[in-house]
């Protein structure tokens, strides 16, 4: 199936160049002008990939990033300007895969494109499970099934796939430094990218969620120069 895009950008010019570059790629395109258009597409038809410009009128891209991660693992690249460094490294933490900088280079956006929609369609395709679906690590329990984090008070959260994934690695490889290179060799997703933050981003969301506080991480410890360790051995539920 031809890939498909959703273009969110308030601007009409930028939303008709990049459709017409997509459209000669072989992408079904289509385009909002807000986040509330963006989101009466989505509810019609789900996209493989949404672009999306981080300042539009009313809600912004950041906080429909946020809540497009919430419920989806659609992949997410940002629009941003050259001035928007903050913005870009907030929208990585809030979920979003890739940004691109104004003004647009249209051939390095598609290349983007074709490398996440690779990404997300090969993070979708069906996995093995493991043996044991519920797992226990330092007074927390893991439930592969529905990805879901249970604190020792019994609170639930919710792991993205790309959370999920990373834990999953830290625990099969307990008590082992895991440099950047290895976990992203290992992690079966697209939450990551060469030559650049994302691990550590996913990390620091991954930390926030096991409450492993960052200044004097217990359970994630960064080895500096060397990548990660996880301390906490698991075992079946």
């Known amino acids: 199936m031809a890939p498909s895009v959703l273009i969110v950008d ?10 017409s570059y997509l459209a000669q ?5 289509r385009c ?41 693992e659609v992949g997410i690249i940002l629009i941003t300007g050259r001035n928007d460094e903050v913005d870009r ?3 990585l933490e809030c979920g979003a895969d890739d940004y691109v900088v104004k003004p647009l280079n249209p051939r390095e956006l598609v290349s983007r494109a074709k490398n996440l929609v690779r990404r997300v369609r090969h993070a979708q395709q069906p996995a093995a499970a493991p043996a044991t679906q519920l797992k226990r690590f330092a007074g927390w329990m893991l439930d592969g099934d529905r990805r879901r984090l249970i604190d020792p008070d019994g609170s639930e959260t919710l792991l993205t796939h790309g959370e999920f994934q990373l834990l999953s690695v830290f625990l099969r490889n307990a008590g082992h430094t895991l440099s950047r290179d290895q976990l992203m060799d290992q992690i079966r997703n697209r939450e990551w990218l060469p030559n650049d933050r994302s691990i550590d ?25 060397a990548g990660y360790l996880f301390t906490a051995a698991a075992s079946a539920a």
């Open 201 to 225: 981003v996913l990390v620091g969301r991954l930390r926030r969620k096991l409450h492993d506080d960052p200044a004097e991480p217990q359970l994630i410890i960064t080895i500096h120069g």
């Open 25 to 29: 790629e072989g992408y079904q395109v």
């Open 10 to 19: 308030d601007d009409p010019l930028i939303r008709e160049l990049l459709q």
């Open 89 to 91: 490294i907030v929208g």
């Open 32 to 72: 909002a002008g807000t986040a509330e258009q963006a989101e009466a597409c989505l509810a019609e038809s789900p996209v493989d990939l949404v672009m999306l410009d981080i300042r539009l009128p009313g809600k912004d891209g950041l906080t429909l990033t946020r809540e497009l991660r919430v419920r989806s």
